[in-house]
């Protein structure tokens, strides 16, 4: 599949001021916000807000993080209204790693909180927009929530647990060489446990950010 890059924003500043968002959003499936520098405020400010416009103005109902997995998918079931927690903050307290302010701050509990309210609109829940984290830097809390969806929901499909338990437990060189079982397996979760609804009028399919 053929893949293009364009330059949207060139400095941060007011989300509202920067056009080339209309035709550059209206035309890709994936749009990439980067930053310069980690922690600073003006970068998260910005991206939070050109990200609540892809996602009320373009149909876009994914939001990919630079974040670990597990700690993403309690906040993915709270903007999705599938958690018990109380607040944005709650949600988000699983981020406990350094550095845990890259996520847990108070831009990106702004922002969750948004995103919480946007999907609870009436309507809302034929296109529900998600939170979904792309890191596996805690790797055996990632094997232990696979596990654990694994037990609850195939609790007597060995073949798949014994992949996730001995790439855990190998050497690296070893690991190495099940990278096709354990991708093939994890796509097979994929399928099986994420929703993904059909946005959007000319695409078809969904949009992430």
């Known amino acids: ?3 293009s890059f364009h330059l949207l924003v060139r400095s941060s500043g007011p989300a509202s001021r920067h056009p080339d968002l209309d035709c550059t959003a209206e035309s890709n499936q994936l749009v990439l916000i980067g ?15 050109l990200t609540k416009r892809l996602i009320d103005e373009k149909g876009f109902r994914a939001v990919a993080l630079e974040a670990d997995w597990p700690d993403s998918f309690r906040v ?4 999705t209204g599938r958690s018990e ?19 847990r701050n ?12 946007w999907n609870g609109r009436p309507g809302a829940e034929k ?14 809390t990632s094997i232990e929530s696979v596990l654990g969806y694994l037990d609850k929901m195939d609790p007597h499909e060995r073949g798949a647990r014994d992949i996730v338990t001995h790439a855990s437990s190998t050497s690296a060189k070893s690991r190495k ?13 994929v399928d099986r446990c994420w929703e993904f609804r059909p946005v959007g009028k000319k695409r ?6």
């Not at 078809?204 to 950010?209: A, H, I, S, Y």
């Open 106 to 117: 108070t831009v990106v509990v702004e922002f969750i909180e948004w995103l919480h309210a």
């Open 177 to 189: 060489l099940m990278v096709p079982r354990l991708l093939a397996f994890f796509r097979a979760v």
């Open 1 to 3: 599949m053929a893949m």
């Open 35 to 49: 930053e310069a520098s980690h922690g600073t405020h003006e970068f998260y400010a910005t991206r939070a807000e």
């Open 127 to 140: 296109g529900l927009v998600g939170i979904y984290g792309l890191d596996l830097y805690s790797m055996h």
């Open 85 to 103: 927690d109380a607040s944005a903050a709650e949600a988000l307290s699983d981020f406990q790693r350094f550095p845990a302010w890259m996520w």
């Open 204 to 209: 078809g399919k969904e949009r992430r950010v």
């Open 76 to 79: 993915h079931r709270f903007v």
